[in-house]
C-alpha cells in the first residue's frame, strides 16, 4: 500500500495504525534519506505498541539498538547506519531478537545478505519539494 502524509502528526498517525497490524517475529525495514522520517515512524510504532504516548524513545544512533517491553513482544528498534561490518550485528542481538521480537531497522541497507527473505519494507520519499510530505509505501514480503 501507499500514502502521502501532509506532515509529521500524519505519519506518526499512520504508524499508530500500522503498529495494530504487527505481530511477534515483523521484521519492519525503514528505507529512505537522512531526515526523511524513520526515526519519527520508528518512535510513533513504539509508542503505539506501549501504549504510551510520551514515552522516551531515544535514537538508537550511537547505541545501534535500543530495546523495549511491549505487551505483545520485546520491541527492538536498531539503527544500522554506524555498523562497519554486518557481522557485529550479532554482538547487538539480532538473533535473539528475531526468535520473537518485533524489530525496526533503520539503514537496512547495512543488513547486505543478512536481510530477512520474511520482512515489512517501508519506503519513505520525498513529495515534489514540499519539505512537510512524504510518501510512504508499505510492502510485505514472505
Ligand atoms: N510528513 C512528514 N513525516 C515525517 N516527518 C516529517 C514530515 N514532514 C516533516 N518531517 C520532519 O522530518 C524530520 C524527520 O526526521 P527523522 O525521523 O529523524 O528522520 P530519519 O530518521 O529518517 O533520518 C523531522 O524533523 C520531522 O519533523
Ligand atoms: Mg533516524
Redesign the pocket.
Known sequence: MMIE????????EFAHEFAKSLAPRDVVL?H????????????AVIRGLCGVDNLEVP?PTFTLVQTYDADIATLWHF?LYRLSDVSEIYELGWEEALIDGVLLV?WPERLGYLRPNSCIDVI?SPVSDD????K?EVVRHG
Open positions: 502524509t501532509c506532515s509529521e502528526q500524519e505519519t506518526i525503514l529512505g534519506d537522512l531526515g526523511m522520517g524513520k526515526s519519527v515512524f520508528s518512535r535514537s539503527d533503520e519513505l519539505f512537510n510530505m512524504r510512504i
